[in-house]
């Protein structure tokens, strides 16, 4: 069964996205052609959207999905004119909210991805900067991070800080487990005055294999031998050293980074 | 005006936290306090929420918000318990949705910001990898880029492509013009066969100014009048080329992203 779902905002429609997104996750057995449709702030771009997906409805033979956030209530409006089922997350939500705190909404567009508070927003500008100059072992200056990540080289380590920094202002830097630091099995030095930012990345031999392989196709670096004599040493030496640590093997960065922020108690409020 | 605002889920939360977020952003009034509950995925840590909720009711002698995607009705169940009130996305929208579709749902926790469909995942890892080993006009070799941004020095260009790679798995170059390419108001030789992938970012020079002096306090590269000259300059260039260009001196990079995924109509399905 095919469908199509659309994400609408007057915004960056991110959270159109993430509140669609999540929902159809829930019927794996649809396939959802799922399109966005950002910056829907105007009466003509209300037509053209309600134009879109009209013409959807008509090609599909069925009525698409229309998830909204547009907060514009006149704009809104013209939306719910068009021939497919909307699902409205602001005027479902903002009413009981508004009686919940005895106030009335100030509807602001663009909010929930603009720039918001602004020195949040440095803070997550320069985490990303911090990752990018203290990624890879790049720097062992590592006074300022707020985590440091370790595992060997290709175990994930760089897009979690990445996502880390630039959506939570969080300043995670990486370190990646050399064969000369993997000849003992205990933390090379340096990284023992931080032991309460580490925080250790993990993988099977097996993917890591592929992966580098994929980077340096019949290497020694990408064979399963060496894979799996440094993944456990550096296995070994995580446990030794009582450094929490997490597979990327079936995880994403997001779901990494979740984990890590909140079993290094980094839940910082960030908006 | 002080609030509590829990985001819960059972999975990374990042559903609950930008659909509740949202929503709070229309209420400039309130002081919101946001603390997300992420993986609260067994009956214990369900218990253990609603006591954190409570907690918060007493103290600030108000009913915490409590925006919840979690999946699992019967733990849902048990944090409709608490002393908060509970806005619950998939209760609210997954009947009505049932019955469009046709077909029961299948719960899966933690889908929404899993591995997810592998290939999308793995296109993302690359993609952010190839914005690592083409930025800052490391390389000039950018036949496999979906898009070029290009602008001064600490326009804003890194943090938008790696952006723009984490989440949308869009091969995203970027290359700083330097004082010697803004010598001619024509683009740089190596970017002209590239001229449909080119975006610009410029910015207000006061605003480059401080961004620069933060980074190099005192220089002649952080002066207002170098800042004014490179932007009139790369500004001018842009023109000429007919380069479309956005400023970041208002913008997020969750702004710029979509905007510019909008006008190249890079709108990948990467789920």
Do not use: W
């Not at 068009?82 to 479902?92: A, I, K, R």
Request: hydrophobic share 40%.
């Amino acid at each position: 069964m095919r469908r199509t779902a659309f994400f609408v905002s007057d915004g960056t429609a991110i959270t159109a996205e993430t509140f669609g997104h999540s929902l159809l996750t829930q019927f794996a057995c649809v396939d959802f052609r799922q399109i966005r449709l950002p910056f829907v702030d105007t009466h003509e771009k209300a037509r053209d959207a309600v134009s879109l997906i009209n013409r959807a409805a008509e090609a599909d033979s069925n009525r698409p999905l229309v998830f909204s956030t547009i907060v514009d209530g006149e704009i809104g409006k013209e939306l719910f004119a068009c021939n497919g089922h909307v699902f409205d997350m602001f005027s479902t939500f903002m009413e009981p909210l508004e009686k919940i705190l005895g106030v009335e909404r100030s509807p602001r567009v663009g909010q929930a991805h603009g720039m918001g508070n602004a020195h949040a927003y440095e803070d997550r500008m320069e985490a990303t900067n911090y990752a990018l100059t203290h990624d890879d072992g790049i720097s062992k200056k590592l006074d300022q991070a707020d985590v440091i990540l370790i595992g060997v080289s290709r175990s994930g380590k760089t897009p979690t800080c990445l996502y880390m920094a630039l959506h939570y202002g969080v300043k995670a830097a990486n370190y990646p487990l050399t064969e000369e630091d993997l000849e003992q099995p205990r933390l090379p030095v340096f990284l023992r005055n931080h032991r309460h930012k580490l925080f250790g990345l993990t993988i099977d031999a097996e993917r890591l294999a592929q992966i580098r392989e994929h980077r340096r196709p019949g290497s020694r670096y990408a064979s399963i031998k060496q894979c799996r004599y440094e993944v456990e040493a550096a296995e070994s030496m995580l446990r030794i050293e009582k450094v929490p640590s997490l597979s990327t093997t079936d995880s994403s960065v997001e779901e990494l980074a979740s984990r890590i922020l909140l079993e290094l108690g980094l839940q910082r409020e960030v908006f």
